[in-house]
């Protein structure tokens, strides 16, 4: 090889390496079909034999137990038989595969293997669904979607804010109108706050009331005041807050009983009351109490407006958008039951396995591993329920809190007054000045 060939060779490798990096980059999606599909699709026909066998997902065709002389015996099974899979077929993100179970089989050594399939396929998660009966479907990502979210879109409607973007790269809805209240954990520096945010953000432009409670001295919904139409920032504004809120809600419930409605959206539309969110920062400041009597009374009367507003305020048009660290029993049976009502949930990095085990292991089993498994570096990452009784990994749209106070700013005239609110507040201004 003469020296200008070996200069040529070496040009165009560089070449290579420089528009493989510039691909990848730039364009994740070609560069995912042309190099990346193409050897994942060699490792996964090329492992699933093995693979199968060593996550259980085959079948005998002799019986695992057989008699020697008067002995049953119990062994490994003689023949294993690999349930057959489709060709791997490529998608934005990774590829998908099915398989066809032999009768017998359910998807849940599947669902158990997904991990170890990951692993083998060198992909960042295995999801298993089963879209028909005896199928199975494997949908692999080769890497984190959210490490370099893309922008989402949705249709503005009311009650609906564009949290961020889905796992999937669909949007992430939190609708209101759908899934009324909701609930959101994490560890602290996980990404709660700056939700709010972008919940608040989102919010505001819209014909709604929105009611802040942060009983930590108002020091993070504080900086949306202008938009709120009454703000809590102690547990005794609290309980004044959510009980003007309850007489609210009775006498909405009076006006749809009234005009034969089963809910505000059923009432004439100039009949309609405005939506109410009512955005709680860190639930727990409301639940604990430091024993003495009237500390104890203050602490039940949050509790039992809070859980009268969730199981009766949804077709009244008050929601609740609860935030907390923690949301266990220990708090009080008051808790347990909220949480009960709290349908929407989003669980951030957590400290402890309890704490996903509380927000998603009543609704959905498989999503609290995932939950578990967000690092300290996933600021942003939760992983949230959807429409359909599902769940999803998503990150949130990063919203810096000068940017929410902005937005509640620009629309503080949009405030809607509820005066009931104001005198709740007021009357606690005089009981203090007295
Ligand atoms: N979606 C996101 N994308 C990128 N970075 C994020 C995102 N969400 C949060 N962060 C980063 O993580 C940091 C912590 O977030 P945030 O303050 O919202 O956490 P938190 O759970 O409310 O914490 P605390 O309980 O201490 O208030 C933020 O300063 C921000 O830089």
Same mark, same amino acid.
């Given at each position: 090889?003469?020296?200008?060939?070996?200069?040529?060779?070496?040009?165009?490798?560089?070449?290579?390496?420089?528009?493989?990096?510039?691909?990848?980059?730039?364009?994740?999606?070609?560069?995912?079909?042309?190099?990346?599909?193409?050897?994942?699709?060699?490792?996964?026909?090329?492992?699933?034999?093995?693979?199968?066998?060593?996550?259980?997902?085959?079948?005998?065709?002799?019986?695992?137990?057989?008699?020697?002389?008067?002995?049953?015996?119990?062994?490994?099974?003689?023949?294993?038989?690999?349930?057959?899979?489709?060709?791997?077929?490529?998608?934005?993100?990774?590829?998908?595969?099915?398989?066809?179970?032999?009768?017998?089989?359910?998807?849940?050594?599947?669902? =158990? @293997? $997904?991990?170890?399939? !990951?692993?083998?396929?060198? +992909?960042?998660?295995?999801?298993?669904?089963?879209? #028909?009966? *005896?199928?199975?479907?494997?949908?692999?990502?080769?890497?984190?979607?959210?490490?370099?979210?893309?922008?989402?879109?949705?249709?503005?409607?009311?009650?609906?804010?564009?949290?961020?973007?889905?796992?999937?790269?669909?949007?992430?809805?939190?609708?209101?109108?759908?899934?009324?209240?909701?609930?959101?954990?994490?560890?602290?520096?996980?990404?709660?706050?700056?939700?709010?945010?972008?919940?608040?953000?989102?919010?505001?432009?819209?014909?709604?009331?929105?009611?802040?409670?942060?009983?930590?001295?108002?020091?993070?919904?504080?900086?949306?005041?202008?938009?709120?139409?009454?703000?809590?920032?102690?547990?005794?504004? =609290? @309980? $004044?807050?959510?009980? !003007?809120?309850?007489?609210? +809600?009775?006498?909405?419930?009076?006006?749809?009983? #009234?005009? *034969?409605?089963?809910?505000?959206?059923?009432?004439?539309?100039?009949?309609?009351?405005?939506?109410?969110?009512?955005?709680?920062?860190?639930?727990?400041?409301?639940?604990?109490?430091?024993?003495?009597?009237?500390?104890?009374?203050?602490?039940?009367?949050?509790?039992?407006?809070?859980?009268?507003?969730?199981?009766?305020?949804?077709?009244?048009?008050?929601?609740?958008?609860?935030?907390?660290?923690?949301?266990?029993?220990?708090?009080?049976?008051?808790?347990?039951?909220?949480?009960?009502?709290?349908?929407?949930?989003?669980?951030?990095?957590?400290?402890?396995?309890?704490?996903?085990?509380?927000?998603?292991?009543?609704?959905?089993?498989?999503?609290?591993?995932?939950?578990?498994?967000?690092?300290?570096?996933?600021?942003?990452?939760?992983?949230?329920? *959807?429409?359909?009784?599902?769940?999803?990994?998503?990150?949130?749209?990063?919203?810096?809190?000068?940017?929410?106070?902005?937005?509640?700013?620009?629309?503080?005239?949009?405030?809607?007054?509820?005066?009931?609110?104001?005198?709740?507040?007021?009357?606690?201004?005089?009981?203090?000045?007295?």
């Amino acid at each position: 090889m003469g020296p200008n060939t070996l200069a040529l060779l070496l040009a165009v490798l560089a070449w290579v390496l420089v528009a493989g990096n510039y691909m990848r980059e730039r364009h994740p999606v070609s560069f995912w079909y042309l190099t990346g599909y193409p050897v994942a699709v060699v490792r996964v026909m090329g492992s699933w034999r093995k693979v199968a066998l060593i996550n259980d997902l085959t079948v005998s065709r002799r019986p695992a137990r057989g008699l020697v002389g008067d002995l049953v015996v119990k062994g490994q099974a003689l023949r294993p038989v690999t349930p057959r899979i489709s060709f791997p077929r490529a998608t934005r993100t990774g590829l998908s595969v099915e398989v066809r179970l032999h009768p017998g089989q359910t998807p849940a050594p599947f669902i =158990a @293997a $997904a991990d170890a399939l !990951a692993h083998a396929w060198r +992909m960042h998660a295995v999801r298993v669904s089963s879209p #028909e009966r *005896g199928i199975v479907r494997l949908v692999a990502t080769a890497s984190d979607p959210l490490e370099r979210p893309g922008v989402a879109s949705a249709p503005a409607a009311l009650l609906s804010a564009l949290l961020g973007v889905l796992e999937s790269g669909g949007a992430w809805v939190m609708n209101l109108r759908t899934e009324p209240h909701w609930l959101i954990t994490g560890a602290t520096r996980s990404g709660k706050s700056t939700l709010l945010a972008r919940l608040i953000t989102q919010l505001a432009p819209q014909p709604v009331v929105l009611v802040g409670i942060d009983c930590k001295g108002g020091m993070e919904l504080g900086l949306f005041g202008s938009r709120l139409t009454a703000l809590a920032t102690c547990r005794r504004e =609290a @309980a $004044a807050v959510l009980g !003007a809120l309850v007489v609210e +809600m009775q006498d909405r419930m009076h006006i749809c009983r #009234e005009a *034969g409605a089963r809910s505000i959206w059923e009432l004439p539309e100039k009949q309609q009351p405005p939506p109410v969110v009512v955005i709680i920062d860190e639930l727990a400041e409301l639940y604990l109490s430091n024993g003495t009597r009237g500390d104890r009374a203050e602490a039940e009367q949050c509790s039992t407006y809070l859980l009268r507003l969730a199981q009766l305020g949804g077709a009244l048009g008050l929601h609740l958008v609860v935030a907390g660290q923690r949301v266990g029993s220990e708090l009080g049976s008051g808790v347990t039951a909220l949480r009960a009502q709290l349908g929407g949930r989003i669980c951030h990095r957590v400290n402890d396995p309890g704490t996903a085990e509380m927000t998603l292991g009543d609704l959905n089993k498989d999503s609290v591993a995932v939950a578990q498994s967000i690092s300290a570096e996933e600021k942003g990452v939760a992983v949230c329920t *959807g429409t359909d009784g599902g769940w999803d990994r998503a990150r949130s749209h990063f919203t810096r809190p000068e940017e929410a106070k902005e937005a509640a700013v620009k629309y503080a005239d949009l405030a809607p007054e509820l005066p009931g609110l104001a005198r709740a507040l007021e009357s606690l201004d005089t009981e203090a000045g007295a």
